[in-house]
């Protein structure tokens, strides 16, 4: 990641000079699932294949290390070290940027984490949730995104997903968090394309991505202008998403509208229930993870569920070979 000169005006409303980060975050990010075997032990060797595969056949842009699919709420400590090293490994091989996902309502303890994974040099930025559960309000969630961008040491990658965490932003809090250096984009996951959505992707703040997180969707907010998406979907059928993006950044919107409708049955598929229990069970069917393992509060998938998606999750349709 490279670091260019911001100069712009303060929270105090001085004039500033700060560094900005040079990312380009467009494209398909892939959130990877954490492998894990029948006992519930991590699998790291299936996670450095995972992300091996991702970047070389499945033409991701980077990948994504403790998201919420990552089931990052039930690892410890020491296996989100492990979780990050083995990712920051295959994108390294790759020269793909890894964003880390750092969620927690505790600021301080969030700028901690972001100063330790600066330390690494290897992440190109973090994702970082509204506080959940503390309900801080708007200004306060402002003031948690401001304080760890002026403090973290990472670009940032704000997420936007009100029924997680129970805060909607809105189209001039985005654009406002976008206008700090350090605030790179949005992974947009609100539920809706809506008026806000449509705003917002008509002028985005200068280098600010807008990268889509509500999977079944994805086809129609990149028709409006998203620049990629960080989709869970795309562990299963990583190539197809990945071109799913690139058609529409092209603008080739006939194919695109055919793979965004296949594509969407498949998501929708994967999220029949909490995920990302079914998306474990398809990689599981397909050998690629010892286990569908989930821990707790999760449970597997019922297997008609994961039935449904393993069919989904075939090779394309006939109609779309000739895309
Ligand atoms: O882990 C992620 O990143 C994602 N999580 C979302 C969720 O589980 O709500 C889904 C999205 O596809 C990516």
């Known amino acids: 990641m490279n670091w260019i000169y911001w100069v712009g005006v303060g929270q105090a409303g001085r004039m500033e000079t700060r560094m900005h ?7 398909l990010f892939v959130p990877l699932v954490t492998p894990f075997t029948d006992d519930l032990r991590l699998a790291p060797d299936a996670l450095a294949r995972l992300a091996d595969e991702a970047l070389s056949t499945g033409g991701a842009r980077g990948l994504v290390a403790l998201g919420t699919t990552a089931e990052a709420a039930t690892l410890t400590a020491e296996e989100k070290q492990t979780v990050v090293r ?22 301080a303890s969030a700028v901690t984490s972001l100063r330790e994974l600066a330390a690494q040099g290897d ?16 200004a306060g969630t402002l003031a948690h995104f401001t304080a760890l961008a002026e403090h973290g040491g990472l670009p940032l990658v704000v997420y936007d997903i009100p029924y997680r965490t129970g805060q909607a932003l809105g189209t001039s809090a985005l654009t406002a968090l976008g206008e700090l250096p350090e ?21 985005p703040p200068a280098g600010f991505a807008v990268l889509g997180g ?3 969707v994805i086809s129609p907010l990149l028709a409006a202008g998203a620049h990629g998406g960080i989709l869970a ?21 006939g194919p695109a509208r055919r793979l965004g409708a296949e594509l ?17 069970g398809v990689l599981h069917a397909q050998g690629r993870i010892p286990s569908p393992a989930v821990r707790l509060p ?26």
């Not at 605030?183 to 002028?203: F, P």
């Not at 597997?300 to 449904?308: F, I, L, Q, Y």
């Open 21 to 27: 980060p040079e990312a380009d975050l467009s494209g």
């Open 86 to 107: 083995v990712c920051a490994a295959a994108c390294r091989a790759h020269g793909a940027p890894l964003i880390v996902g750092v969620g927690t309502n505790d600021t």
């Open 123 to 138: 992440v190109a930025a973090a994702l970082v949730p509204a506080p959940p559960y503390t309900r801080p309000g708007l």
């Open 183 to 203: 605030v790179v984009g949005v992974k947009y996951a609100t539920g809706a394309i809506d008026a806000a959505a449509v705003e917002l992707l008509g002028a």
């Open 214 to 216: 509500d999977d079944a």
């Open 233 to 253: 979907s795309a562990n299963v059928r990583t190539a197809d998403y990945a071109e799913l993006i690139a058609l529409w950044r092209s603008g080739a919107a």
């Open 264 to 280: 969407a049955r498949l998501s929708a598929a994967l999220f029949a229930e909490p995920n990302p229990t079914v998306i474990k």
């Open 298 to 323: 999760l449970l597997a998938a019922a297997p008609e569920s994961v039935r449904r998606a393993v069919e989904l999750s075939a090779e394309r349709s006939p109609s779309m070979t000739a895309v």
